[in-house]
């Protein structure tokens, strides 16, 4: 496959988020990290993902400051850790994750997971001041069951902008979509490739043939045709490079409805303290 010449202009973009972006998750070695961003940057990708969690957040900073790309170009996103979620732990470890990441603001903080010292009134009341304060530019919330959007649509004085949660064509959410729709909440999608899975599937290889694309193609673009920012993970310039590609590939219906109907399901991430 030869790499096509995409710049930052191919990446569509939903309410001045793009809809293709690096995910960071399990790159916790700090060279790799800083490379990798700084790479995708280059490459045209503008929107890079981390979290507290990942421990990699001044890697990201690192990598964002290498970039031959302005800081305002690029939506930054990071999520506070449920061992951070009470107000005053949120203020605390947020300006602790932008001293890291060496900027002055976030474009996108997400609750990471609706979980241990998560409570909805104390931890939205201080997502609410990092926005007046101007050190949070949008508010989301990650691995939320329709449930719990609603408590965090009806409790956050800011707009719920984005829940971040695993999707792929082997877990298409399609009842978590339709309700975060039904709410004007975007949705981003980690592990958008099942964790590697998506090139064992028989019905994506057979597309990702018609189209001379790959597979993590094929399920980058099916996500796009949903309306779905993805973040995939990736380290390797050929795999930054392949993913952003996918924005090249465009699927038809026929397409979208064989992938659709994979009659397989795959939760690929599924600790004790999740919601569902």
Known sequence: ???????????????????????????????????????????????????????????????IENADVDREDVFLATKVWIDNLAHDDVLS???????????????????????????PEETFRAFDELVDDGKVERVGISNFEPEQVDEAVETADSPIFA??????????????????????????????LARGEVFDV????????????????????????????????ATSEDHILDNWESLGVELDDEDVEKIDAIDRTDRRVDPDFAPW
Request: aromatic share 6%; glycine share 6%; hydrophobic share 35%.
């Open 202 to 233: 028989p019905e994506l290889s057979d597309v990702a043939e018609k189209h001379d694309a790959s597979e993590a193609q094929v399920s980058l673009a099916w996500l796009r045709e949903k309306g779905v920012t993805a973040i995939p993970k």
């Open 93 to 119: 470890s947020t300006e602790e994750s932008l001293d890291k990441l060496g900027v002055d603001y976030v474009d996108l903080l997400y609750v990471h997971w609706p979980s241990r010292e998560y409570d």
């Open 163 to 192: 829940n971040q949660i695993e999707l792929h064509p082997l877990l298409p959410q399609e009842e978590l979509r339709d309700h975060c729709a039904d709410a004007d909440i975007e949705i981003v999608a980690y592990s958008p």
């Open 1 to 63: 496959m030869s790499h096509q010449s995409l710049d930052s202009d191919d990446v569509p973009v939903t309410n001045g988020m793009p809809v293709l972006g690096l995910g960071t998750w399990q790159n916790d070695d700090p060279d790799a990290c800083a490379n990798a961003v700084e790479t995708a940057l280059n490459a045209g990708y503008r929107h890079i993902d981390t979290a507290q969690a990942y421990g990699n957040e001044d890697a990201v900073g690192r990598g």
